[in-house]
T-cell receptor
Framework: AQSVTQLGSHVSVSEGALVLLRCNYS??????LFWYVQYPNQGLQLLLK??????LVKGINGFEAEFKKSETSFHLTKPSAHMSDAAEYFC????????????FGTGTRLKVLA | EAGVAQSPRYKIIEKRQSVAFWCNPI?????LYWYQQILGQGPKLLIQ????????DSQLPKDRFSAERLKGVDSTLKIQPAKLEDSAVYLC????????????FGNGTRLTVT
């Protein structure tokens, strides 16, 4: 069964510093991978997606992620953190074996320090 | 395009009472999902519809939860009777289908069971 693991339930960075949120996936077939962001009292909003085209994917708000098959990773980065980036981030994999079920990681809460 | 609409936004009930949530997906989206998100966790799939048929309800506690999607558009999720552990945010999402298509989420309904 496909799954995702997010390392670090809480990450703190200083404003202007690099943001790195880690996601590793488990899949026996080429996966579809997604990063979502959730602000307080809101639903999840798509940041970016990987669908087997370019391995470096650019998303909204200056975020990008790189698909590395050899490491089974899809880490999310942003060169310079902004206060408005404080939120919870979820990595998700889409089951491509039949049901097209989306499986979410446990999330990483990003805190941005002034 | 209009997003996924959910109501109510908040609901407080006592244990053993019943409650219903409503979801209107994005127009034309064939696939509809209900997720349960307990505080501090990632979304957990409860049920997935393709048009008005159920694709996956393996994690739906069927002794107390029920869901329907009439005419392949709107959907309702019901809990009867509610337990304390049902306190969570219930998220509805829709997708147009297709291998790489992402989920589009509503803002959710926050349920508190006292």
């Amino acid at each position: 069964a496909q799954s995702v693991t997010q390392l670090g339930s809480h990450v703190s960075v200083s404003e202007g510093a690099l943001v790195l949120l880690r996601c590793n996936y488990s899949s026996s077939v080429p996966p579809y991978l997604f990063w979502y962001v959730q602000y307080p009292n809101q639903g999840l909003q798509l940041l970016l997606k990987y669908t087997s085209a370019a391995t470096l994917v650019k998303g909204i708000n200056g975020f990008e992620a790189e698909f590395k098959k050899s490491e089974t990773s899809f880490h999310l980065t942003k060169p310079s953190a902004h206060m408005s980036d404080a939120a919870e981030y979820f990595c998700a994999v889409k089951d491509t074996s039949g049901t097209y079920k989306y499986i979410f990681g446990t999330g990483t809460r990003l805190k941005v320090l002034a | 395009e209009a997003g996924v609409a959910q109501s109510p936004r908040y609901k407080i009930i006592e244990k053993r009472q019943s409650v219903a949530f409503w979801c209107n997906p994005i127009s034309g989206h064939a696939t509809l999902y209900w997720y349960q998100q307990i505080l501090g966790q990632g979304p957990k799939l409860l049920i997935q519809f393709q048009n008005n048929g159920v694709v996956d309800d393996s994690q739906l506690p069927k002794d107390r939860f029920s869901a329907e999607r009439l005419k392949g558009v709107d959907s309702t999720l019901k809990i009867q009777p509610a337990k304390l552990e049902d306190s969570a945010v219930y998220l509805c999402a829709s997708s147009p289908g297709g291998a790489g298509s992402p989920l589009h989420f509503g803002n959710g309904t926050r349920l508190t069971v006292t």
